[in-house]
């Protein structure tokens, strides 16, 4: 077996497709996680005692499954309950709903890490619970735990190749296309890793600079 | 007399098993200068945090300016007040901290102008114009756009102070506000509580462990032990000729420790 520059040159457009695809499933993903995530960890505050315990079995669940059978669930179970999703949707909520009940939990420390005077300052200010949230817990709260967010984004986007399970068609399905296409895997294997690794490295140095200016989350 | 500011009717709180305020009753006069004094744990803090709605009570009743804190009327009886009917009434009270928590992320000028601008509908200009003038007042105008991790542990409780008094409290109050400092700070900010005592009409309310400063400051002062006033009366009294035992003993303590009184 040898390495065929030729077969790489020829393949390269459709992995690069594959690439842009991923990198755009992670974006989406890392959004709905990120909102996902708060929506869990204020609901899991909430003073209705049934409703934050009922939030928190729920992400329990999500997290105690697989992300690979939530996707099957979201993309070929849900039609039959009369909701069909583009895979792309679909993968992007089952990447949000998984990576969300983990977020959900950098925020609970982030929101615990914020003095309790904090909150009774607010009190003596008078401001509403909207406006303690939203001037005064949440800025506080958020920069500490950019870097926790980044690196769980940073560990969704290596799993971005569960989507092929779907039909989307992100870096490792079009590598798995071109190589069943041509009776070669070894070059779209070796480039699925190679465009893996380098975005992984970089995204690792960002984080690297995120956590400099922001500090980690005790 | 005229009409008690404050009322507080036969409050209890206990936290758990510990009774921290055991049917507490006193009154407050429009504009009169309160020292609560006592051993920590005698539940003296725990009454500003009451008034201040950080902590609840376990019975009794609180009025201020004749209204119910706690408690609000509805069809003809007394329920559980709700968020609003605490809004409301929170606006009339205002508190500096013993731990000044100012909010870290905003300057000094932000400090002072979030709640009036978010609470009071006033305009960003008007807020600031008022903040400059409070900052002025407490010495802080050239820190005006300074962090709070930037100042002094007086400098803070003085932004601290401007701003309570920038939501126009009618009821002021001070928990401790010099035990955090450093002694060569305790001053700067002493000074500030002069000055408003003598230049506002606010009904304030001290927590304190500086019995010199009490004696100075107060028109009245409160002697606290286990939930409990043991004795009140005007500073020279209580300071010069205790009557109860208690006092005595506890005054004792703390001229051993060095304090003048």
């Known amino acids: 077996m040898e390495w065929d520059w030729a077969f790489v040159r020829e393949i390269l457009p459709t992995l690069l497709d594959g690439v842009r695809l991923t990198i755009l499933a992670t974006i989406l993903g890392s959004l709905v996680a990120a909102v996902v995530g708060l929506g869990f960890a204020l609901a899991r505050r909430s003073r209705n005692r049934i409703f934050a315990k009922g939030i928190g079995f729920f992400a329990e669940f999500i997290r105690g499954t697989p992300l690979l059978v939530q996707l099957y669930f979201l993309f070929y179970i849900l039609p039959d309950l009369g909701l069909t999703l583009p895979p792309l949707v679909a993968g992007v909520i089952g990447l949000g709903l998984h990576y969300g009940t983990y977020t959900a939990e950098v ?36 920069p500490p735990m950019i870097p926790a967010l980044a690196n769980y984004f940073i560990a ?37 890793g190679v465009f893996f690794l380098v975005i992984s490295l970089i995204s690792v140095i960002g984080l690297r600079a995120l956590e400099r200016r922001f500090g980690r989350l005790r | ?59 009794g009743h609180i009025r201020i300016d004749g209204e119910e804190l706690f408690h609000m009327p509805k069809d003809g009886r007394l329920v559980p007040a709700d968020e609003r009917h605490l809004h409301r009434m929170r606006s009339k009270i205002g508190m ?21 601008i978010l609470t009071k509908g006033v305009s960003k200009a008007d807020a600031e114009r008022e903040a400059m003038r409070l900052l002025e007042m407490v010495g802080m105008a050239d820190k005006a756009r300074a962090m709070p991790a930037e100042l002094s542990g007086g400098q803070k409780q003085r932004a601290a102070i401007a701003r309570a008094l920038a939501l126009q409290p009618r009821i002021m109050l001070f928990d401790e506000v010099t035990s955090a400092l450093d002694p060569e700070l305790v001053e700067e900010v002493l000074n500030v509580m002069r000055r408003l005592g003598e230049e506002t009409d606010m009904t304030m309310l001290l927590v304190t462990h500086e019995m010199s400063f009490a004696h100075d400051f107060a028109d009245r002062v409160l002697f606290f032990d286990r939930g409990r006033i043991v004795e009140e009366g005007p ?14 003993a506890f005054l004792k303590k703390i001229i051993a420790a060095g304090q003048r009184v």
């Open chain 2, 96 to 116: 500096v901290f013993q731990l000044f928590n100012l909010f870290p992320h905003k300057c000094v000028l932000d400090n002072v102008t979030l709640a009036p």
């Open chain 2, 235 to 248: 500073p020279d009294q209580i300071f010069r000729n205790p009557k109860q035992e208690r006092t005595q």
């Open chain 1, 107 to 142: 925020y609970r420390s982030g929101i615990e890490n914020v003095p309790r005077g904090q909150w009774e300052a607010a009190k003596a200010c008078n401001l509403t619970v909207v406006q303690t949230w939203r001037h005064v817990i949440l800025p506080q709260a958020i």
């Open chain 1, 156 to 192: 969704m986007f290596k799993e971005t190749p569960l989507l092929s399970a779907i039909t989307v068609l992100e870096l490792m399905n079009q590598a798995r296309s071109v190589a069943n296409y041509n009776y070669r895997y070894l070059e779209p294997m070796t480039l699925v």
């Open chain 2, 1 to 59: 007399m005229s009409a008690p500011i404050i009322e507080i009717d036969r409050i209890s709180k206990s936290f758990g098993a510990l009774r921290v305020l055991d049917e507490l009753s006193f009154t407050v006069q429009p504009g009169e200068k309160l020292a609560l004094i006592g051993p920590s744990g005698s539940g003296k803090t725990t009454i500003l945090r009451i008034l201040m709605t950080l902590e609840t009570i376990s019975s």
